[in-house]
Nanobody, 115 residues
């Protein structure tokens, strides 16, 4: 009933752009701090961005200036606009929040940056 579903991943050339979506069911995204994580090949899962309930955002230095997180309250969807993509951005991207003391994850969407 309560779930997060990511979409929008794919193959893109270096310097290109993608927009990821995280659509929520059974939870109102605007009431929670939402997170974007990613996990690259052979790497730990890392936090790359937050959006707080008041709309203030946070970015890890690795994506700051290139990625933008936003939220559409009508669609109950969080977005991650990714510009100037680099090969090191290749990863599975996940959205996440803490809901009722549990860590709620989507299943992830694959982003591959390659020429």
């Amino acid at each position: 009933q309560v779930q997060l579903v990511e979409s929008g991943g794919g193959l893109v050339q270096p310097g290109g752009s993608l927009r990821l979506s995280c659509t929520a069911s059974g939870i109102m995204l605007s009431s929670y701090t939402m997170h974007w994580y990613r996990q690259g090949p052979g790497k730990q899962r890392e936090l790359i961005a937050n959006i707080f309930s008041d709309g203030v955002s946070y970015y890890d230095d690795s994506v700051k200036g290139r990625f933008t997180v936003s939220r559409d309250d009508v669609k109950n969807t969080m977005y991650l606009q990714m510009n100037n993509l680099k090969p090191e951005d290749t990863a599975v991207y996940y959205c996440n929040t803490v809901y009722m003391s549990q860590n709620l994850w989507g299943r992830g969407t694959q982003v591959t940056v390659s020429s």
